[in-house]
T-cell receptor
Framework: DAGVTQSPTHLIKTRGQQVTLRCSPK?????VSWYQQALGQGPQFIFQ???????QRGNFPDRFSGHQFPNYSSELNVNALLLGDSALYLC???????????FGPGTRLTVT | QKEVEQNSGPLSVPEGAIASLNCTYS??????FFWYRQYSGKSPELIMS????GDKEDGRFTAQLNKASQYVSLLIRDSQPSDSATYLC???????????FGQGTRLTINP
């Protein structure tokens, strides 16, 4: 049973560019949450998708957008990249009312 | 005041001893509480969840929750060098979907 997967593993972009990160949930999971983790900090919630809709959003600008597909996989898009967007981007998936969320391996984004 | 606070450490504990990690939270509507372990360069791994006051034990790990004091802790018995990692406390408010994380406590187990 595959766990949560994310692609790509690493990414280097230039300021002003756009990036798309991908996440496939663990089997049986139907919610996908995205988090940003800066070095030395805990993950910060970006948004959560359920039934192909954004269910809740954290304190991130509109440059951050997402999508969930019918197979529950998800994409995170970031436009007009800033140096401060450099971070580890984590996808976490879950199911049901327990709110337990399981993280993928993450995508390390570097903006130069 | 941060929503979830942890001592950033580092916390140094001798092998075989009990490691005690603490976390406080500010939102009294918080309902679910989690401990994640994160090795350097890796993603967080869920190790404990607790939803009601009291203790919950799983192997060498015990989570303790006191909602009146807005306090949650994690005890690691018989600490091993492989327990050396950053431990993240996360809290979820009733009706909300997001996890709010503390900044993590870096734990080092000394052989």
């Amino acid at each position: 049973d595959a766990g949560v997967t994310q692609s790509p593993t690493h990414l280097i972009k230039t300021r002003g560019q756009q990036v798309t990160l991908r996440c496939s949930p663990k089997s049986g999971h139907d919610t996908v949450s995205w988090y940003q983790q800066a070095l030395g900090q805990g993950p910060q919630f970006i948004f959560q998708y359920y039934e192909e809709e954004e269910r809740q959003r954290g304190n991130f600008p509109d440059r951050f957008s997402g999508h969930q597909f019918p197979n529950y996989s998800s994409e995170l898009n970031v436009n007009a990249l800033l140096l401060g967007d450099s971070a580890l981007y984590l996808c976490a998936t879950g199911w049901g009312p327990t709110y337990e969320q399981y993280f993928g391996p993450g995508t390390r984004l570097t903006v130069t | 005041q941060k929503e979830v606070e942890q001592n950033s450490g580092p916390l140094s504990v001798p092998e075989g001893a009990i490691a005690s990690l603490n976390c406080t939270y500010s939102d009294r509507g918080s309902q679910s509480f989690f401990w994640y372990r994160q090795y350097s360069g890796k993603s967080p791994e869920l190790i404990m969840s607790i939803y009601s006051n009291g203790d919950k034990e799983d192997g060498r790990f015990t989570a303790q929750l006191n909602k009146a004091s807005q306090y949650v802790s994690l005890l690691i018995r018989d600490s091993q060098p492989s327990d050396s990692a950053t431990y993240l406390c996360a809290v979820n408010r009733q009706g909300a979907q997001k996890l709010v994380f503390g900044q993590g406590t870096r734990l080092t187990i000394n052989p």
